[in-house]
């Protein structure tokens, strides 16, 4: 069974950082392009990173550049986010998605491969 689990979500003070992981099972995440989306309470789905299979090309969107890294390990078969000088406004169920990477034509989120299920950051103080 495929499956991508995502954790390392939780409250977190504006200013703090959290470091998230998607773990792949059932398939080899080195094989997909890996992207990081967002969806913010009452907003739609907004894609906020990318990497490509080999871990060497990275894309950001403007809202998260030079704050957060996306990497990958792919000995662990897994996706990380560090999330670094985090705002209210990057408050958000975070999920990882496989499929689309730097250099890539934009997916529609349905053309997406994998998703998993997400998991709630909340920055607040």
């Known amino acids: 069974e495929v499956q991508l689990v995502e954790s390392g979500g939780g409250l977190v003070q504006p200013g703090g950082s959290l470091r998230l992981a998607c773990s792949a099972s059932g398939f080899t995440l080195h094989d997909y392009p890996m992207s990081w989306v967002r969806q913010a309470p009452g907003k739609g789905l907004e894609w906020v990173a990318a990497i490509n299979w080999d871990g060497d090309s990275t894309y950001y969107a403007e809202s998260i550049k030079g704050r957060f890294t996306i990497s990958r390990d792919s000995a662990k078969n897994t996706l990380y986010l560090q999330s670094d000088s985090l705002k209210s406004d990057d408050t958000a169920v975070y999920y990882c998605?496989?499929?689309?990477?730097?250099?890539?034509?934009?997916?529609?989120?349905?053309?997406?491969?994998?998703w998993g299920q997400g998991t709630q950051v909340t920055v607040s103080s």
């Open positions: 998605a496989a499929g689309y990477g730097p250099g890539l034509p934009p997916l529609e989120w349905d053309e997406y491969d994998f």
